[in-house]
């Protein structure tokens, strides 16, 4: 099929591009830098500023399947007013235009979501059947703006997918940022660690997304979630063991208000989630689907 990804140059972009390669798509894909794009990805890359420009028409032509991953990092620091203007607008905008733009030959769109859109307290186990009220966190009402303007796109009998996606284990991501502490044994808990952590794996994301492209059941949101989350207590002991280091130090919540404010919440937050439609509709095999199991695969392989 002919597939246009935005966000194609980032962690999962960049894996999702060589899987769909592998299955014979054709790739083209729209960045902030279509030089460098292309030379990272070798594929046909376009210049879209979403902010000032259109989706640019010849990254649109024939094309069947959209899959848009673009968005500022939530993962860099305090969340200043600037940066929330552009972590929202960088998805809903851009999510916006795309819909917008579809082309006569477009039979999927594919968008990027994110466990935030669930409550992010407690123990509570929620699956995709949980309905966002009106008191929304920052994360929830992104992902829940991000999820309707996708959705717009069935007003015109397209198949819309939103992937709930969970923390992504892999060679990027929040793994690469706290691994160097780890690596020094300077690793540990975050706050009082009973906030559960769900995790996936890199290749059973990809493989979801791959998925999603060719099975036209996939519709609407989908926890992409291992089934096994873990809580961050145990997470920070089974990456210690892997690396053979301790994990004696467990930073206070205070701490991480302190130093990211808002953004704390990405380490405090508790998001016990099932893959209940993976699982349950459509007969998802998750290849990792316990997380000794893949941190030995990452150690063993990406991630030094
Ligand atoms: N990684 C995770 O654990 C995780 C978890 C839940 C949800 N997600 C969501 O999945 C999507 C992909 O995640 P990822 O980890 O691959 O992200 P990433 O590595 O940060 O890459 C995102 C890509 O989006 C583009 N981008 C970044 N900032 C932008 C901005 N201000 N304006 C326009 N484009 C911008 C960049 O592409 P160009 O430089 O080529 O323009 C970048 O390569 C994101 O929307 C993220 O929120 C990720």
Known sequence: ?????????????????????????????????AVRASQMLGVAAFDWDYATQDVPAAALHECEVIINLMGESLGEGRWTKARKHEIYA????STRKLVAAAPSTLQAFICA??????????????????????????????CHDWE???????????????????????DGGMLKKILPVFKLGLGGSVGDGRQWLPWIHIDDLVSAYAEAVQNTHY??????????????????????????????????????????????????????????????????????????????????????
């Not at 140059?9 to 894909?29: A, D, E, M, S």
């Not at 404010?261 to 699982?279: C, D, M, V, W």
């Open 113 to 142: 979501s994110a466990i935030g859109i669930y409550p992010g307290k407690g123990d509570d186990l929620y699956d995709e059947s949980f309905q966002v009220s009106d008191h929304l966190s920052f994360m929830q009402a992104i």
């Open 1 to 33: 099929m002919n597939i246009l990804i935005t966000g194609a140059t980032g962690f999962i972009g960049r894996h999702l591009v060589q899987r769909l390669q592998q299955n014979h798509h054709t790739i083209k894909v729209v960045s902030r830098n």
């Open 148 to 170: 309707q303007e996708a959705a717009r796109i069935e007003h015109n009998g397209i198949r819309r997918v939103s992937i709930r996606t969970g923390i992504v284990l892999g």
């Open 90 to 93: 960088s998805r809903i905008l």
């Open 219 to 304: 519709r609407g949101p989908i926890n992409a979630v291992s089934p096994n989350p873990v809580r961050y207590r145990e997470f920070a002991t089974m990456l210690g063991k892997v690396l053979n280091r301790p994990t004696f130090f467990p930073v206070p919540a205070f701490i991480l208000k302190l130093a990211l404010g808002e953004a704390a919440a990405l380490a405090l937050n508790s998001y016990h989630i099932t893959p209940k439609r993976l699982l349950e509709e459509y007969g998802f095999k998750f290849k990792f689907d316990h997380l000794t199991t893949a941190l030995d695969d990452l150690f063993a392989k990406t991630v030094h």
